[in-house]
């Protein structure tokens, strides 16, 4: 098989993947899986980053851009009434006429998130923290991308059943949550957090953003609405963001939060990232710090691709995201599994009796 040809199968397995949940990218993956040339343009990213999410995310730029009127016709999240009609040729006009600044994009960007709508999981789990050690927390953000779970304290949201918390927010996160959750009727208290991240989002800097934003499937139009949503938020008072590796600067922040609350440091789908001794490796770095201070730690991550955290899994190849509470009191490391969730918080099935 060509590269080329490699690159077409790509597109055709991805347009089988994602058709249940994004109808317009599966139709255009299917259509480039045919069109060499448009497929072959991936070919310009570096091979760990060679995958049909980064073209898709190069076009959906440029269509942020207004490169691409009669292509943002289709996407459902720009208009209210998407144009019923191909969205192919449009798409491989655009990819035709900018090939070049689309190169661009695929040789030097890799795709980046942040997920709001994990807060909604963080927060059962902070609330836990809250009572049980009646201090602020001050949360320590690992992996946290442009900042926008810092800001969990500012958006609202809607459990199903269980109702409101927080608000009002022009940032309102609905989770369906089974089981014994324990809500807060109130925002836990908190003092101002921290985020880590080897290459962090400034939220002020417009392109950084878009590329953000382009990273969002448009046919997920509420996740990339609500991404915008916060996306203001921060910028009217950004957090407090530092660049550095997970392992090399987490305990130094934790130290610093602990001077203004009970520090918990979280992770959401960040340790995937590191291999899996640079995951036993940050586990160790809060063993450590936790000699000094008494810590906890919030994680939703995914068992099979974090072999090297403590988090029990009911299988090793457990796809789901799990959420748990890891406390240190006393420097005693105790592990609980609160529940698995959706990766982006739209549900959450708690499973601890108490959490504590
Ligand atoms: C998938 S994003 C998740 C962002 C955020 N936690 C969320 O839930 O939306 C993973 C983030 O981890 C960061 N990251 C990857 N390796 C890292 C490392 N060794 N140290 C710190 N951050 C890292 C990436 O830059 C990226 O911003």
């Known amino acids: 098989m060509t590269e080329t040809a490699e690159l077409q199968q790509m597109f055709r397995e991805f347009a089988v993947t994602t058709a249940p949940r994004a109808p317009l990218y599966a139709r255009l993956s299917a259509a480039i899986a045919d069109d060499p040339e448009v497929a072959g343009l991936l070919a310009a990213a570096p091979p760990s980053q060679g995958i049909p999410v980064l073209l898709f995310a190069a076009v959906h730029d440029l269509v942020l851009r207004g490169h ?88 609202g949201y809607e459990y199903e059943p269980g109702g409101a918390v927080g608000g009002p927010s022009p940032v309102v996160l609905p989770c369906s949550v089974r089981g014994a959750v324990p ?102 770095e809060l063993d450590r710090v936790a000699t000094e201070v008494d ?7 995914s068992p099979a691709q974090t072999p090297g955290l403590p988090i029990p899994s009911t299988a090793a190849t457990e796809h789901l995201s799990v959420l748990a509470l890891t406390t240190w009191r006393g420097g005693e490391r105790r592990v609980h599994r609160l529940g698995t969730a959706h990766p982006h918080g739209y549900w959450l099935h708690w499973e601890a009796a108490t959490g504590r």
């Open 295 to 301: 810590l906890s730690w919030v994680s939703v991550e």
């Open 68 to 155: 691409a009127p009669d292509l943002a016709a289709h996407y459902p999240n720009l208009t209210d009434t998407p144009a019923a009609d191909d969205p192919w040729p449009a798409f491989r006009d655009l990819c035709h006429r900018e090939g070049p600044t689309i190169r661009g994009l695929l040789a030097t960007r890799h795709t980046q998130t942040n997920e709001i709508g994990r807060c909604a999981l963080f927060l059962p789990a902070f609330g836990l923290v809250a009572a049980q050690t009646g201090h602020p927390i001050t949360q320590v953000d690992v992996g946290t991308s442009a900042g926008l779970t810092l800001l969990w304290h500012r958006y």
């Open 183 to 284: 809500l807060p009727t109130a925002m836990p208290r908190h003092a101002p957090g921290i985020g880590l991240d080897l290459q962090p989002i400034d939220v002020t800097d417009a392109d950084a953003v878009r590329w953000l934003e382009a990273c969002c499937w448009p046919d997920q139009a509420d996740r990339f609405h609500r991404l915008e949503a916060a996306v203001e938020l921060a910028r009217a008072a950004p957090p407090e963001i530092r660049q550095g590796d997970a392992v090399a600067t987490v305990s130094a922040a934790v130290r610093e939060a602990a001077a203004h609350g009970h520090p918990v440091v979280t992770t959401s789908w960040a340790l995937s990232y590191l291999p899996e001794d640079g995951q036993r490796a940050f586990v160790a």
